[in-house]
């Protein structure tokens, strides 16, 4: 049996309330008022497609051993390279082997399912197997823009394999039409669209019934068989007419949370299936479709095998720690959309050796230290000489990650001197659950969150951001948690 | 067996630049200054050292790399310079360095001179530099040196269940009392006390 073994999710902490944005440009488009409601969720300024598609894929591997992965698949249309491959960035995150397959899928906004498709082909094939598919866009629109209203930040992931499936595959159909209702040139930062008409009425209103119908024609069922029916939309009446020529109930069709998170691109189909399976029952037939450049469309059986996972934050997780981001300049500055005063001593350049970065690649992507064979202690960076003073081996060391147990917060600062494009940059010592002990910036919190003692839990993050090379530099960060959570 | 330097090393003058902004002093002019009170109180003439020893931790700022900077700004005579550099010990590290050539017997005069010029940045507080090396760099924080030192703050306050507030009382403390003696020295970069 081929399918889904494991699904995760990521939504960026905070949340920008639709009516703030309108509140700064509602003058340019006053009818954007009818798309001002609710909140969309916003990236960290320390966060990009990168970073939350690992977080998407380390809440997927929640319980599984990470030597287990075959494949990492990341999409995106916005990642942050044109070429160094991000699908190497997540599975670097994940701490996985570096002798499996890895691929960036991209271009269109079905690109999510397309990267789905080519994993559930792969492993069917018998040519990968657990093969991690993720999936996370963060889209611009000008300001004022619709598109700018409507986008949401976010990321899921999914692992495709032939064991423990959760939600069996049974077949697919896809299609592919030059239909441009969006598009970005080779250079372009912003999201073009045509007339929401068109594309309402001649886009999603012709290719997702197109889609699903092509599905049950292959696979023998009808659009009334399916407990979950999940494709992105944003139009509301444009939804009403899909669900209504389908014959599908709309209690069946799974929310696509515009109210509470935007739409997340290339994301946004695989964010509703885990959604989807969050709330599903074992037998429900789920239908997925994407859409953007042409559809795909996926037909799951859910197994009771879902009733074995290990707990995991998902969607349900992710939006319960939601927390507002009260300004739009703030925003703006996050996603580098305005030119902001950080100070001259923000202009002092890091220089990315990539010579010394593939030396320390294990420490830097997968948080790898190590750990003394002699008397066991754990020391990040990783160390040729022991620290322990009574020991002080040399090279006696095997590696251990450290992302997956969090740590406890040993000292704190606030500081508004440091260059930051967030101020103020908190940071301070954090001790590794299990041992070892090392400076780290704290992040998603203000430093009223922190107290010495307190849990963190560590989050691949973008470190620093050389905007002379167009270099994005990654590391963790600590994000102070619940106590007593996982 | 090692039996120490005492006694056999003797400070014969000392000098000493006023302490500031000195916008209008590069550390050429600063070195000079310093080193003409230094052989006046010496009573030596230039000729007579036979080695020195170079203390700047930011070179990049203001120095540069290496001994040069002492030997072409004071027109020493053709004597080895040694630049050294250890955060706030530099000064302490030129002065260790000087002592051994004499204690050794290897020199029978010798300088220590330490000269930082930091107000060339653009901005307050120290430049910021990867000074813990590359790696550090790439992903330690984007620390300044009061953020370090202010960790030892909440640290301590949980480890000896002293309120953050008289921490910080105790912080401050620390800080009147330099304003206090800055105001006794005329040599002082801030020289008003705090009441």
Not at chain 1, 191 to 207: N, P, S, T, V, Y
Not at chain 2, 26 to 32: H, I, M
Request: contains cysteine.
């Amino acid at each position: 049996m081929i399918g889904i073994r494991s699904y995760g999710g990521y939504v960026p902490r905070y949340r920008l309330n639709r009516m703030i944005v309108f509140g700064s440009m509602g003058w340019i488009n006053p009818a954007n008022m009818l798309n001002a409601q609710g909140e969309k969720a916003v990236a960290n300024f320390d966060e990009d497609p990168v970073t939350m598609a690992a977080a998407a894929a380390a809440d997927c591997m929640s319980g599984l051993d990470r030597d287990l992965v075959g494949g990492v698949y990341f999409a995106s249309t916005t990642a942050p390279y044109k070429e160094r491959l991000c699908a190497n960035l997540v599975a670097g995150a994940l701490a996985t082997r570096e002798d499996i397959r890895t691929a960036d899928f991209g271009g269109g906004l079905k690109a999510g399912t397309t990267a789905l498709v080519a994993a559930l082909d792969a492993v069917s094939a018998g040519t990968a197997g657990n093969v991690i598919v993720s999936a996370a866009d963060n889209r611009l629109g000008t300001m004022g823009s619709v598109q700018e209203l409507m986008f949401g930040d976010g990321a899921a992931a999914l692992m495709v394999g032939d064991a423990d499936v959760i939600a069996e595959f049974k077949g697919s159909f896809s299609t592919g039409h030059d239909f441009v209702d969006h598009f970005r040139g080779g250079e372009a930062k912003y999201d073009r669209q045509w007339e929401e008409r068109w594309i309402r009425d001649e886009g999603f209103g012709k290719f997702v019934p197109e889609a699903i119908s092509g599905l049950c024609e292959k696979c023998g069922v009808a659009p009334g068989d399916f407990a979950k029916v999940v494709y992105p939309c944003y139009y509301g009446g444009a939804r009403k007419g899909i669900n209504k020529k389908l014959g599908v109930e709309p209690d069946r069709v799974v929310d696509n949370m515009q109210a509470v998170v935007g739409d997340t691109g290339s994301a946004h189909p695989l964010l509703m299936l885990v959604k989807a399976l969050e709330e599903a029952a074992p037998g429900d037939k789920i239908l997925l479709v994407s859409y953007g450049s042409g559809c795909d469309a996926l037909y799951f059986e859910v197994t009771d095998k879902i009733n074995d996972l290990e707990p995991r934050r998902g969607v349900a997780g992710n939006l319960a720690r939601r927390a507002d981001l009260d300004s739009y300049a703030k925003y703006l500055t996050w996603r580098r959309m305005v030119t902001v005063d950080t100070g001259l001593r923000s202009e002092e350049q890091k220089w990315t050796r990539w010579s010394l970065m593939w030396r320390s690649h294990r420490a830097m992507l997968s948080l790898e230290g190590n750990r003394c064979t002699a008397c066991g202690t754990v020391q990040f960076p990783p160390q040729k000489v022991c620290v322990n003073p009574e020991c002080g081996a040399v090279d006696q060391t095997e590696p251990i990650v450290l992302s997956g147990n969090g740590g406890r917060v040993g000292s704190f600062t606030s500081d508004m001197l440091a260059a930051s494009i967030n101020p103020p940059a908190i940071y301070g010592a954090v001790d590794f659950n299990g041992g070892g002990r090392y400076l780290f910036d704290f992040t998603d919190c203000t430093v009223d969150d922190l107290a010495v003692g307190g849990p963190v839990d560590f989050s691949f993050r973008i470190k620093h951001y050389d905007r002379m090379r167009d270099i994005t530099d990654y590391f963790w960060k600590a994000v102070p948690a619940a106590e007593g959570a996982e | 067996m090692a039996e120490g330097i005492r006694d056999k090393v003797v400070i014969l003058g000392m000098g000493c630049t006023k302490f500031g902004e000195r916008w209008e002093s590069d550390s050429e002019d600063l070195a000079v200054e310093a080193f003409m009170e230094c052989i006046a109180d010496a009573g030596i003439e230039k000729k007579e050292i036979q080695a020195a020893w170079l203390g700047s931790h930011f070179d990049e700022i203001n120095v540069g790399k290496g001994g040069n900077f002492l030997g072409a700004a004071l027109k020493l005579p053709m004597v080895p310079v040694t630049r050294v550099e250890n955060f706030c010990a530099s000064g302490t590290e030129a002065f260790r360095g000087a002592c051994y050539g004499v204690a050794s017997g290897a020199y029978d005069i010798a300088l220590a001179l330490g000269v930082e010029k930091l107000k060339d940045t653009g901005y307050g507080g120290l430049p910021d530099s990867p000074a813990f090396g590359q790696i550090q760099a790439m992903i330690g924080p984007n620390a300044t040196a009061p953020g370090m030192f202010a960790q030892i703050g909440t640290a301590y306050s949980a480890a000896y269940g002293v309120p953050m507030e008289k921490v910080k009382q105790a912080m401050a403390h620390i800080s009147w009392k330099s304003h206090r003696n800055g105001a006794s020295n005329p040599r002082a970069h801030l020289r008003k006390a705090i009441p």
